[in-house]
């Protein structure tokens, strides 16, 4: 499993919260928004920035773009810029779950505690984010508490059962916790949702895995 810890979206700390919301925009925007999210799930960078691009010279503030571009950013280890559109969403909505979780993220490697505080007092107020279960996973990941994260990446997965990354690290954390059997079932049912649902993980780590922990 150590090997595997790269390989879990813990490694994007900008990218754990996730990125994409649906909302009621126009049709042609909507069309756009949806059109980029695919390209996204292809992995077709380039086409989903393209996308997001174009939905923002018509709605500058537009949440779902922003958070799009971000997560390319953070694909391409462009930090910063990843930092600057998480905060131009919070201009906009100080409380949104996707872009704080991002951050904190971001900015918490190198203060854990105060990033784990941060994240429990957004859990308070909002008990059902995914994205904030995520990235308290990540963050328990990164420290080696198996235990906690595990917890917490079953919580995100709980509230977004059909996210591949949510699910593919809770088999990480069912792996560093040796319990084999349960954590190649979750190997399973992350490669089966990142057929339909584009995952960050690596597919051929996790079927590599599978193999190791056959009995």
């Known amino acids: ?24 925009r126009r049709a042609i925007q909507n069309q756009t928004l949806n ?8 992995n077709k960078l380039d086409d989903a920035q393209s996308g997001y691009e174009e939905v923002l010279r018509s709605d500058a503030r537009n949440p779902d773009a922003l958070l799009g571009l971000a997560a390319i950013a953070i694909r391409r ?45 957004l859990l308070a107020s909002q008990p059902d984010s995914a994205v904030l279960h995520f990235a308290l996973g990540n963050l328990y ?13 079953f919580q995100a997965y ?7 990354d949510y699910i593919f690290n809770v088999a990480v954390s069912l792996d560093h916790l040796r319990q084999s059997k349960l954590a190649a ?6 490669l089966s949702a990142a057929a339909t649902r584009h995952g960050t ?15």
């Open 158 to 164: 709980a509230a977004d059962p059909d996210n591949a």
């Open 201 to 215: 993980f690596d597919p051929q780590a996790a079927e590599q895995r599978i193999l190791e922990l056959q009995p």
């Open 77 to 121: 280890s462009q930090f910063e810029r990843a930092q600057d559109l998480y905060l131009r969403v919070l201009e906009s909505d100080p409380s949104d779950a996707t872009a704080q979780a991002a951050l904190i993220n971001l900015r918490g490697q190198n203060d854990t505690g105060s990033s784990e505080s941060r994240l429990k007092i």
């Open 185 to 190: 079932q979750y190997y399973r049912m992350a």
């Open 35 to 42: 059109q980029a999210y695919e390209a996204w799930q292809a």
């Open 1 to 24: 499993p150590e090997r595997l810890r790269s390989s879990t979206a813990s490694s994007l700390p900008g990218e754990t919260a996730g990125v994409f919301r649906t909302g009621n």
């Open 141 to 153: 990941a990164r420290q080696g508490r198996w235990r906690e994260a595990q917890q917490a990446y």
